[in-house]
């Protein structure tokens, strides 16, 4: 792959998930804080009546749907809230999926000269490949985005800055303190490894199926707007797929990137998730999840089509 390829694959990267990211910046905050311990502190008041007549209060605490932790978000911080950490995301995801493209494309690029081209094999080693890379350069912006997120006050009192977070954990755990989360991150490879091996074969026979059926071969080159439209569907498909295998990592890594968390490693906290809150805890937040990526991967993924096949037009 030429240095004209690799950075076009860079800056469509970085032109889909920017793009994704803005527009979906609410529901990644609802999501965070589902995901989170914090969210059990919501405490609810259930009115008990005795023989007597009397009635006593018994405080229980509750973990919130999607809809009434968007409600006292709302209600408690403001709609400024929901986009909270929208600076560091916008900061890391711009690098981090310019970085993960461009080491897709090149490593698969690489690959179909070695094994058999667009295979399985090709697809599930550049995509772990680029995980890989993406993810050990950009962990420090996700975990100061996280704990943005998490960082919960009530209208008129003064949030937490990026840089006063990044002071903040420097201070509580050094540089390590901003690596929290990585084993955690490495084993969401496998959520980008399946998501991208059925986005290539749903796109693979989209463009075979659109192969047979034209006409004049000269015409395969070039896109439609319902070429793109069949990627967003793809790409809406095979999150949806890899996201509801893999998603348990996505709620061990938020704990482990919590501020003063009791959660040290991956299987750790895998354990005591189950043991303290049972298995129902590893799928906390997952229907918003699930609204907030379907979108978000659909639009990325057909902005960086879109990008390359403009700058390659």
Same mark, same amino acid.
């Not at 995801?93 to 000269?113: D, G, H, I, T």
């Not at 043991?275 to 639009?299: C, D, K, M, V, W």
């Given at each position: /792959?030429?240095?004209?390829?690799?950075?076009?694959?860079?800056?469509?990267?970085?032109?889909?998930?920017?793009?994704?990211?803005?527009?979906?910046?609410?529901?990644?905050? @609802?999501?965070?804080?589902?995901?989170? $311990? $914090?969210?059990?502190?919501?405490?609810?008041?259930?009115?008990?009546?005795?023989?007597?007549?009397?009635?006593?209060?018994?405080?229980? =605490?509750?973990?919130?749907?999607?809809?009434?932790?968007?409600?006292?978000?709302?209600?408690?911080?403001?709609?400024? $809230?929901?986009?909270?950490?929208?600076?560091?995301?916008?900061?890391?995801?711009?690098?981090?999926?310019?970085?993960?493209?461009?080491?897709? $494309?090149?490593? &698969?690029?690489?690959?179909?000269?070695?094994?058999?081209?667009?295979?399985?094999?090709?697809?599930?080693?550049?995509?772990?490949?680029?995980?890989?890379?993406?993810?050990?350069?950009?962990?420090?912006?996700?975990?100061?985005? %996280?704990?943005?997120?998490?960082?919960?006050?009530?209208?008129?009192?003064?949030?937490?800055?990026?840089?006063?977070?990044?002071?903040?954990?420097?201070?509580?755990?050094?540089?390590?303190?901003?690596?929290?989360? /990585?084993?955690?991150?490495?084993?969401?490879?496998?959520?980008?490894?399946?998501?991208?091996?059925?986005?290539?074969?749903?796109?693979?026979?989209?463009?075979?199926?659109?192969?047979?059926?034209?006409?004049?071969?000269?015409?395969?080159? @070039? &896109?439609?707007?319902?070429?793109?439209?069949?990627?967003?569907?793809?790409?809406? %498909?095979?999150?949806?797929?890899?996201?509801?295998?893999?998603?348990?990592?996505?709620? @061990? =890594? %938020? =704990?482990?990137?919590?501020?003063?968390? &009791?959660?040290?490693?991956?299987?750790?906290?895998?354990?005591?998730?189950?043991?303290?809150?049972?298995?129902?805890?590893?799928?906390?937040?997952?229907?918003?999840?699930?609204?907030?990526?379907?979108?978000?991967?659909?639009? /990325?993924?057909?902005?960086?089509?879109?990008?390359?096949?403009?700058?390659?037009?």
């Amino acid at each position: /792959m030429s240095q004209r390829d690799t950075l076009v694959h860079l800056f469509a990267g970085g032109c889909g998930g920017t793009v994704g990211a803005i527009l979906t910046c609410p529901l990644e905050v @609802v999501k965070t804080r589902l995901q989170s $311990s $914090s969210v059990t502190l919501y405490i609810s008041e259930v009115h008990l009546n005795t023989v007597n007549g009397a009635s006593v209060n018994r405080v229980t =605490r509750v973990s919130p749907g999607p809809l009434n932790c968007l409600k006292m978000i709302l209600q408690k911080e403001g709609p400024r $809230s929901l986009f909270r950490g929208l600076g560091p995301n916008l900061v890391g995801v711009a690098p981090s999926r310019a970085m993960y493209f461009a080491a897709y $494309s090149n490593c &698969k690029e690489a690959l179909n000269n070695i094994l058999e081209p667009d295979s399985t094999q090709v697809h599930m080693t550049s995509a772990g490949v680029a995980g890989f890379t993406a993810i050990t350069a950009t962990n420090p912006i996700w975990l100061i985005k %996280t704990r943005l997120q998490l960082d919960a006050r009530n209208r008129g009192e003064k949030r937490m800055s990026a840089f006063e977070c990044v002071r903040k954990v420097y201070h509580a755990d050094g540089i390590k303190g901003f690596y929290r989360g /990585m084993s955690a991150s490495y084993a969401g490879i496998s959520e980008t490894v399946i998501h991208f091996v059925i986005y290539e074969s749903i796109k693979r026979r989209l463009l075979e199926y659109k192969s047979a059926s034209a006409m004049d071969e000269e015409d395969e080159s @070039v &896109k439609e707007a319902s070429d793109f439209v069949g990627m967003m569907m793809a790409a809406a %498909t095979s999150k949806t797929c890899a996201t509801s295998i893999a998603y348990p990592h996505e709620v @061990v =890594r %938020t =704990r482990l990137r919590e501020e003063g968390t &009791k959660y040290r490693s991956f299987f750790q906290t895998l354990s005591l998730l189950v043991r303290e809150e049972g298995y129902g805890s590893l799928y906390r937040g997952l229907t918003t999840h699930l609204f907030r990526q379907i979108p978000n991967t659909a639009i /990325m993924m057909a902005t960086y089509e879109v990008v390359v096949y403009l700058l390659n037009g």
